[in-house]
């Protein structure tokens, strides 16, 4: 029977149909049931594979075999773009992503093209929250999910120093 799976996780169990049994006999007539196999694995890529019935035999009915198919599908990837900050009047930092659901001990160096994270920020973007925003990724195996994270733009320091100055003794203070 055809079948289906996610990216990386284990084959589910393969069932067998049949048909062309007479008086209303079932699979249970059979002397030695057929099994199934598949090439596909844990780390098979996305795609189609054969799930292939073999090995079946009884004294009554010649057992004749079709494949069925494995779809295995793409696995969801969620890419969160790391909560950032920076003082007002500063160029934006380097955004980061975080990735969670990766299969087989897999990591971000398997992505055939990473995400990136953006901000409409400028250098003269208020004090507050802003959107960072990941998009972009693409993969064989993966469907990305975004999660959005907040670029903080924090009160820069202004120093302010009273000029020095003069005066003769008896005069009015300057300006």
């Known amino acids: 029977d055809n079948n289906s799976k996610l990216y990386g996780d284990a084959n589910p169990a393969f069932t067998i149909s049949y048909s ?3 008086n209303t006999e079932s699979s249970s007539v059979i002397d030695t049931s057929p099994t199934v196999s598949t090439t596909a694995t844990l780390t098979s890529n996305v795609g189609t594979y054969p799930i292939v019935p073999s090995g079946g035999l009884d004294n009554n009915y010649s057992l004749t ?18 909560n950032n900050s920076k003082l007002y009047g500063d160029a934006n930092p380097a955004f980061t992503i975080s990735y969670s659901g990766f299969k087989n001990t897999e990591s971000s160096s398997v992505i055939d093209t990473s995400p990136t994270a953006s901000t409409t920020t400028t250098l003269s973007s208020n004090v507050g929250s802003y959107i960072i925003v990941p998009s972009g990724g693409t993969d064989n195996n993966y469907t990305f999910t975004y999660v959005e994270g907040t670029l903080a733009i924090t009160k820069a320091t202004l120093t302010v120093t009273a000029d020095n100055n003069s005066k003769l003794y008896g005069d009015a203070n300057p300006a």
């Open 20 to 22: 062309g049994f007479k």
């Open 65 to 82: 075999y079709v494949n069925g198919s494995l779809a295995i599908n793409k696995a969801t990837l969620t890419a969160t773009a790391d």
